[in-house]
Nanobody
């Protein structure tokens, strides 16, 4: 599967962005999807994940209540809606796919994702 992340940019604190992750070359519903981010000098960290069925989502504590992950299996696309953005949300955001995870299961673990997109940069100014 090939993943193409887009939607990043420069936004003021308190603003919103929607990231998209378009998948190609596969049956999208076979993959649980996740969003991760990596700030300069830091390790890649979990942001949010969604099950293959869309029935289960999970969020990092730092983004819960501000970010929403979703997916449209008909469009082969996952989304991350980000609101109330803070300067500490500044990072490169990556989408990732986890092949044939159980239908209602998700994972926050980087190592469990088989495929990664190229990343899209989000910068939040104060």
């Amino acid at each position: 599967v090939q993943l193409q992340a887009s939607g990043g940019g420069l936004v003021q604190a308190g603003g919103s962005l929607r990231l998209s992750c378009a998948a190609s070359g596969t049956t999208f519903s076979s993959y649980a999807m996740g969003w991760f981010r990596q700030a300069p000098g830091k390790e890649r960290e979990f942001v949010a994940s969604i099950s293959r069925s869309s029935g289960v989502t999970s969020y990092a504590v730092s983004v819960k209540g501000r970010f929403t992950i979703s997916r449209d299996n008909a469009k082969n696309t996952a989304y991350l809606r980000m609101t109330s953005l803070k300067p500490e949300d500044t990072a490169v955001y990556y989408c990732a796919a986890d092949y044939l995870r159980a239908l209602y299961d998700v994972s926050p673990n980087v190592a469990e994702y088989n495929y990664w997109g190229q990343g899209t940069k989000v910068t939040v100014s104060s």
